[in-house]
């Protein structure tokens, strides 16, 4: 008949031991330990294993040397095999070697109570470890390790019972000591940390203050450091330059057409008898009001006879002052806005006519209307937002710095389609440092308590400080501040602590009470087992809660 071998792990448990022996298809199932025998050194296991193997209709051989494992196995009733080769059998319980014959009890001298007592205990111990076994599902593929040292312990407790013998549980009485001892070690640092380092108190005091109203005019003093005595106040500028453009369509018109040109012949007849001098630019008008003007200087020398002085005669180019051909004029006489000499002018030519449309004055100034009516609301937001440190801003002192407009064509330039007005805008504004304002807030409250010790400055109204009426006259710039202040009850915080220590509500809430101005007292402690103020101040805390009157 053949059999399965089955190779037994030190890591294998009672659960994959069992399952080897159910997965195996042979009717004989040879089990070869470790040399660590491990979990077949208890006669539960055996027994278990023992019985999961007949409930399976197979015979169960262990191969082991082990006398220790053999004699467990023999108790189990399972057989051993030295090898694979060899013969199972049941292995027998050597007998016990005595040295002396007075080491062996007659059972027959012993009382019949005693033999009695002990067959009983046998039985007893027998019975109880087939009962826990019988308490496992050994059908159960899962069967655990746990079910099987769950039923070694109930048959241990039930052969303790049972023979009337009570084992004392050293690990649990241990464990009890153990779990006592920290638990006391616990209670202790509890009660310390409840008496020392948890109590604390929050005195809550409801004060009710009174408005202070605040105005008070300053200077702005630019860069120079705020002053209160002298009434002036630092500044912090912002300035942005930015250039703005609008563009328009020229409407001007203009001649561009060539000027007319020709020669003058000036020939002196001063009686002064000296040089005339003719500069360039001089004027010489035609008998039908049309001028032109000299190209270069000249001078038209003198000489003296006996007769009187004698003059020569020069001549210089002249050109209209104006385009057309109106300007192309005969040979003719002219006069000259300079005396001491005629004018004689050749023919008059090359005048013609190109009307053209130009960029005239009156269209810059209806651009530059425009131009100046661009909204700066989006620069004077972005002016604002540089403004990074908390300053307040005066909104009133917004102003634009507008350059010279330049016009793209300049004026009296051809224009064709449009043209571009263009100007830089530069935008300032002005803030004032919140501390810097502070100071005079502080400074007139302080002026409203002269003379008075009872009460102090609880809110300088800062958050809520207005700056307006901003004024420039000449080189010199006011602005307004207005506020409203709060001032109440002078009540010293450490004063509060020191009275208020080693103290209960009660009698914390009956001393604060009875300051003027005071409307209600709250102490808050720490923990519900805490019913007094801490000694030390440095767990107390007073807060205000301000009613304003």
Known sequence: MNKDVIYIDVEDDITAIIGKIKASSEKIVALVPPKRVGILQSA?????????????????????????????????????????????????????????????????????GELEKTADLVKV??????????????????????????????????????SGIKVPNFNAFRKRLFLGILGFILLVAFIIWANVAAPGATIVITAKTNAAPISTTVMLSGATPTDVSKGTIQTVTQTLKKDMSVKFTPTGQQDLGAKATG?????????????????????????????????????????????????????????????????????????????????????????????????????????????????????????????????SVITDSF???????????????????????????????????????????????????????????????????????YNVSGTTATINIAASGQIGPNINTDDIKKQSKGKKSGEVQANISSISGVSNVQVNFSYFWVTTVPNDTTKVDVQFKLTNG
């Open 263 to 391: 020669t003058m012949t000036l020939t002196g007849n001063s009686l002064s008898g000296e040089d005339i001098v003719v500069p360039a630019g001089t004027k010489f008008t035609s008998a039908d009001n049309h001028v032109f003007t000299s190209n270069a200087a000249v001078t038209v020398k003198a000489t003296y006879l006996k007769g009187g002085p004698v003059y020569d005669t020069e001549q210089v180019g002249v050109t209209a002052v104006a385009p057309g051909p109106d300007y192309n004029l005969a040979s003719q006489s002219y006069q000259s806005d300079q005396s001491g000499y005629s004018a004689h002018g050749s023919a008059m030519a090359g005048g013609t006519t190109n009307i053209q449309t130009v960029v005239s004055a009156s269209d810059i100034a209806t651009a530059t209307t425009a131009l100046n009516s661009l909204s700066t609301d989006d620069d004077k937001k972005a002016l604002i937002a540089q403004f990074v440190n908390g300053e």
């Open 125 to 162: 111990k027998d019975a109880s470890v087939d009962d826990a076994i019988d308490t496992i599902d050994i059908d159960n593929t899962a069967v655990s390790t746990a079910a099987v040292g769950a039923a070694a312990v109930k048959s241990s407790r039930n052969s303790s019972k049972k």
């Open 399 to 469: 102003n634009v710095a507008r350059a010279t407009p330049v016009s793209s064509p300049a004026v009296g330039a051809q224009a064709s389609g449009q043209a571009t007005l263009t100007s830089t805008f530069t935008y300032t504004i002005i803030g004032v440092p919140k501390s810097d304002i502070e100071l005079f807030l502080k400074d007139a409250l302080n002026k409203q308590l002269s003379g008075t010790t009872d009460q102090r400055i609880y809110d300088d109204g800062i958050n809520k400080a207005v700056l307006a009426g």
């Open 44 to 112: 539960v296991n055996l027994r278990l294993l023992d019985r999961m193997a007949s409930n399976s209709h197979k015979k169960l051989v262990i191969i082991t040397n082990n006398p220790a494992l053999a004699g467990l196995t023999a108790a189990a009733g399972i057989p051993i095999a030295k090898n694979l080769q060899t013969k199972p059998e049941i292995a027998e319980i050597a007998a016990l070697s005595v040295d002396d014959a007075d080491d062996i009890i007659d059972g027959s001298k012993l009382p019949i």
